[in-house]
């Protein structure tokens, strides 16, 4: 049978840990068939990206119209993108072909604080990308730079929600994982009508690289094989709580979140 199918537009990690690589893996671990549009090579290990080189905006756009006119995608993804330039030309493309839902998430810097996109680039994502989005996943550091709003509880949270609905997405995740001091991690997903408390467990762990495109990555799964956005999000959150919970050391630095306890079916 014929599985159905998931496009991520995004960069490659050599480290394996976050990017397309994190990104396949998930889309496998939920029965789905991966597509790519790779938009950078970063070099980068556990301590950090040494730097990345950018792949040319009509290349990207010929990826996606390749595989979106003879496969078919049933929903669509973004990590990292780079360059304005790019992010332009994915929007453009987004008008030509279609790829069903398709969730933006707003990736500016990794974990280690190395940036990930060209300066001007955020303004482009704003503008180009979430008045196209089913949903956007910003984490709070992306909260802050898109909307300027800094989270610290609830009633901040939800004011983030609200400025980021502005920009025009159907759906936004604000992701409270990074959240000082609260012995939960509470997300809130809304559509500007409902808001939606999602919580889970807080784990003490370094190993959280990856985390952000695998949960965006698990949602676009659910939705590829029809999910509503709650029910994705909420299948989401439970996945990245098990790859969180099972991060491993793997190099001097940050290591990643786990895909291996889905092959554990004993
Ligand atoms: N490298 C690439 C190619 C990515 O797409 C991302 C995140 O989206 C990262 C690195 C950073 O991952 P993290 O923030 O988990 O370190």
């Known amino acids: 049978m014929t599985p159905r199918t998931a496009l991520t537009i995004a960069g490659s990690d050599s480290g394996g840990g976050a990017g397309i690589q994190a990104d396949l893996r998930t889309f496998f671990a939920h029965g789905v068939h991966g597509l790519v549009a790779l938009t950078a090579v970063t070099v980068q290990n556990s ?12 290349v990207v756009t010929a990826q996606i119209k390749a595989v979106a006119s003879d496969m078919g995608v049933n ?8 360059t304005a330039e790019i992010i332009r030309a994915v929007a453009k493309t987004l008008d030509e072909v279609e790829v069903g839902p398709f969730v933006v998430d707003p990736v500016a810097a990794s974990m280690t604080g190395d940036p990930l996109l060209r300066e001007d680039a955020l303004e482009a994502i704003r503008t180009e990308l979430f008045p196209r989005a089913t949903l956007i996943t910003p984490n709070l550091d992306e909260v802050r ?3 300027g709003v800094q989270v610290v509880d609830a009633a901040s949270q939800r ?20 959240m000082q001091g609260t012995a939960e991690c509470v997300d809130l997903l ?9 919580t889970g467990p807080r784990y003490e762990t370094e190993n959280t690289h990856g985390g952000g495109d695998t949960l965006a990555s698990a949602i676009t799964a659910s939705l590829a094989k029809g999910a ?8 989401g959150k439970k996945f990245i709580e098990r790859c969180v919970a099972e991060g491993y ?8 979140v786990s895909p291996f ?5 004993s």
């Not at 301590?47 to 009509?58: H, K, S």
């Not at 050391?249 to 990643?256: R, T």
């Not at 306890?261 to 079916?265: G, M, Q, T």
Request: hydrophobic share 50%; no cysteine.
């Open 75 to 82: 929903a669509a993804k973004t990590g990292m993108l780079a």
């Open 249 to 256: 050391p793997l190099g001097a630095g940050v290591g990643p």
């Open 145 to 147: 730079l898109l909307t």
């Open 228 to 235: 509503s956005v709650p029910d994705a999000v909420a299948a």
């Open 47 to 58: 301590l950090g990206v040494q730097g990345f080189t950018e792949i040319p905006a009509d």
């Open 159 to 178: 004011a983030a929600a609200e400025a980021l609905l502005e920009f025009g997405s159907r759906w936004v995740l604000v992701k409270g994982g990074h």
């Open 190 to 198: 809304s559509d500007g009508r409902e808001y939606l408390e999602l």
């Open 261 to 265: 306890w889905v092959l554990d079916k």
